[in-house]
């Protein structure tokens, strides 16, 4: 059974940073795609980058040059280190895994079978 923990949220002020980290467990395959998600109250669920096993990482243009996406295959480890923090960042992040490769069109949530449980992330003005 798949199984993916966020950690790192918190609160922040604007032009602040934050590192997320997501554990993922009980996957079987060497190829996976990872993603991060974020989710407003009353919003939509809005895609925010994902990587391949060895490709190059996707980014929402809302978060191009400001958030970076790693990942730790070793350690089955997915990172997002977020930089220039704004109020309109404020969200639940999730981690999430497809098998395989990232297909096109990129970051769609319906691509993504397993969720992890999400960690909040507040940006104060």
């Known amino acids: 059974q798949v199984q993916l923990v966020e950690s790192g949220g918190g609160s922040v002020e604007a032009g602040g940073s934050l590192r997320l980290s997501c554990v993922a467990s009980?996957?079987?395959?060497?190829?996976?795609?990872m993603g991060w998600f974020r989710r407003v109250p009353g919003k939509e669920r809005e895609g925010v980058g994902d990587?391949?096993?060895?490709?190059?990482?996707t980014y929402s243009d809302s978060v191009i040059g400001r958030f970076t996406i790693s990942r730790d295959n070793t350690k089955n480890t997915l990172y997002l280190q977020m930089n220039s923090l704004k109020p309109e960042d404020t969200a639940m992040y999730y981690c999430?895994?497809?098998?395989?490769?990232?297909?096109?069109?990129?970051?769609?949530?319906?691509?993504?079978?397993?969720w992890g449980q999400g960690t909040q992330v507040t940006v104060s003005s």
């Open positions: 999430a895994v497809s098998i395989g490769f990232c297909y096109n069109p990129r970051m769609s949530p319906d691509a993504f079978p397993y």
């Open positions: 009980g996957i079987t395959d060497s190829r996976y795609c």
């Open positions: 990587i391949g096993s060895t490709g190059t990482p």
